[in-house]
């Protein structure tokens, strides 16, 4: 008998739907940004739920609510365990 896995997928952070939920895999950009980003929070491997999608749109890192505009400027992508 084989074990179990877990197929996951990896997204950007805006398609999370409302109470998805996932790791962030990467954040890609200039290195000013992806340093602020990492500064609220928003860096590889923290958990985040979609609590509210949209631009703005809420998300929940480590208990705490942050609202966050996409930026085209940078890239975060999520990684969704299906």
């Given at each position: 008998m084989?074990?179990?896995f877990t197929v996951s997928?990896?997204?950007?952070?805006?398609m999370l739907k409302s109470g998805e939920q996932g790791a962030i895999y990467d954040v890609d950009g200039?290195?000013?940004l992806?340093?602020?980003?990492?500064e609220m929070g928003l860096r590889?491997?923290?958990r985040v739920r979609m609590?509210?999608?949209g631009s703005p749109c809420i998300l929940d890192?480590?208990?705490q609510k942050l609202s966050f505009r996409v930026d085209?400027?940078?890239t975060i992508l999520v990684e969704v365990a299906s």
């Open positions: 084989l074990g179990a997928q990896v997204i950007p952070l805006e200039a290195a000013d992806v340093h602020r980003l990492a590889e491997g923290v609590l509210r999608p890192i480590n208990h085209d400027q940078a």
